[in-house]
């Protein structure tokens, strides 16, 4: 059964040394970005009271200032951006102080460089591992009128050359504006002392109450502000100066972004293709005898060369044409080398792992409530069955031939033997993996190799990827996810061998059938709500599917009578293999349009889709659309909002 080891936590209290005092302790949470980030730190010291300002008259100033207007607001999409950067990392955990620490006795340079733009610097180092620094800016003013400005700098700043430069924090012991609505004299003052020193960084201007935006020059060089109105100054001011901060840091530079496409055009290997280009290419006849699957040929040689490539279509139509696509049938025997696949080629390792811990109450007591026994340790074979060399199978039926651009067919099998003696096993389900039937259209006379190809996928990517999955979920196998056991090589009676993974065999209905649009009105809304924790557990695992259709999801009753989704089919999911590389999750939106009939046939009502599917969570970064309904996570910052 599933069990936690603790009570579900989004924020978990740890007590560090702070690095700026070995004197004091700073209390310190660990979370989520998006959790620790509204976190209000501790109340500044005693300020001095603020001066009632009536000058009504020209203000003296060398900058010309105006407020924004509506063609020129930047502020909110700043914001918004911010918040869409710290939801593709929401698996990492970061520290960040507690609202709890003694600041009485601070002066308020210190408060304002530890405090509040302290966090903000390690922030960036711990997600990004480049260190921002907060550096003070200092002129004779700040040192008899308590002004203090920082600025927020990135190490290597030079080399990097952002578009954007970092932001500076000025706090103004004062009003910043007068009773007519523009800046102050003071404030003017103080812009044009850090205008000096910084003439192109934005200034976000407070006194700890007020906050005021300056942005960077514009093509008439005006210095356009937005003002902010917020109940919660303190926390305001790092979640603005952390969204200036990212500006500056840009996604080119804190995420190597990968490629969306499987398939690189350049394919560059530092050994050198494994086939000699400047060889003449095998006879037909040889290549149509000795390859049996994509990955014996040499892809990077292909791309480059037209006759190696025709023939590679030219082995593709002799497969079509002289071998069925239904590789087994019922009564073969099928002969397999245990955990062949990791014998055969490198296997991912993932960066993340489920933590049940991690996901909310009612995920957690829906996956229970579904969980259902292994079949092979309710048939005393799941020790024999791991432990194994070896062991056999018998086919029972097709379950699914697969598309035309699909490598995959399933079966309904079982166990005959393991290690050569005979056993009695419950029916499972294989699943096996053959590229050689991928539909890739004709090439072009027009087009270069590397065109024809880009559609290509190899067996041993989708089972690599599939088999990295189901291991990642072992936490919930047998719930809404299948209880999994393993990838092995299999032998078919011809002699040809494959990759394939067995599965438990679930006896569930598709989700565009009959069987499905006539259940029940509790049932639907039982197997709506099943398939958002399904979706929502995938996303805590880092697994994003990305072919997301109906017959992705069974639907299932289990014994004690709860419809519920069974979620298959995961060969084109990915996970966090680089945590320098970005990874999003998409299975909010993904299952949602599976469900709504937009990826395939459905037997939902739509309404009941609309009313119970439930809300994205914080890292879902796709807004939906289903029926004019809009699916779309709430904003974190809202209470802050330019005027």
Sequence with gaps: MLGLSRAPLWLN?????????????????????????????PPPPALPKFITLNDLGIRSS??????????????????????????????????????????????????????????????????YSKRVQVMPL??????????????????DFDRIRPIDPPPTVVFIPDHLFGDDGRPSQKTLDTLEQIHRVKPLHPVIATNLEDITVFQRPNKANERIYERVSTPRPLPAIRILAAAYM???????????????????????????PPVNPEEDPPNDKMIFDTHTRHSDFDFA???????????????????????????????????????????????????????????PSETV?????????????????????????????????????????????????RLASIDGVQVESPILCLKLFDDRFQFLGSPEEEEEPVRWLRGLVQAEWHIRQEDTAYNSLKAVHGTVFPWYYGAHMFTLPNGLSLFGILLEYIPGISVGSDDTRSLSTERQIQFIQSCRHGARVMDMADI????????????????NDLTHAVFLDLGSTSQTINPAKLHDCNNFSGCLMALSGSLGPVGIKTDLL??????PDPWDSVISIVKSKVFAVSDPFAFIQPL
């Excluded at 869409?84 to 006795?105: C, F, M, N, Q």
């Excluded at 994003?544 to 014994?559: F, K």
């Design 13 to 41: 209290p740890v007590v560090l040394h702070h690095k700026f005092s070995s004197r004091r302790m700073q209390s310190l949470i660990s979370g989520r970005p998006l959790d620790v980030v509204v976190v209000s730190p």
């Design 62 to 127: 060398s900058c010309s200032y105006r407020s924004v207007d509506s063609t020129d607001r930047s502020l909110k999409r700043l914001i918004r951006s911010f918040a869409s950067s710290l939801r593709y990392v929401h698996r990492k955990t970061i520290t960040w102080p507690s609202s709890t620490a003694t600041t009485e006795t601070m002066e308020i340079t210190q408060y304002i460089r530890e405090i509040l733009l302290q966090p903000v610097a390690d922030m960036f180092y711990q997600l």
């Design 138 to 155: 200092n002129w004779e003013e700040c040192n008899t009128n308590q002004i203090c400005a920082f600025s927020l700098e990135v190490e």
């Design 246 to 272: 990212m500006n500056t840091l840009q996604y080119t530079y804190i995420h190597n972004i990968p490629d969306d496409s499987e398939f690189d055009d350049d394919h560059i290997l530092p050994e050198g």
């Design 301 to 359: 040689t292909l791309v480059r060369d037209r006759e190696r490539a025709l023939q590679f279509f030219r082995w593709k139509e002799h497969m079509r044409k002289t071998q069925e696509k239904q590789v087994a049938h019922p009564g073969n025997l099928l002969h397999a080398r245990s955990n062949g696949l990791a014998q055969a080629i490198p296997q991912l390792k993932p960066c993340y792992t489920l933590d049940l811990s991690d996901l």
């Design 365 to 413: 007591a829906h996956v229970q409530s579904v969980q259902r026994p292994c079949p092979l340790s309710m048939a005393n074979l799941q020790d024999k069955f791991f432990q194994s060399n070896n062991f056999t199978l018998e086919v029972l039926s097709l379950v699914a031939k697969g598309s035309d651009r699909g490598v995959c067919s399933v079966y309904q099998c």
């Design 544 to 559: 994003n599917q990305h072919d997301w259709h109906s017959d992705q999801v069974l639907v299932h009753t289990s014994p």
């Design 610 to 615: 609309l009313e119970h599917y439930g809300t």
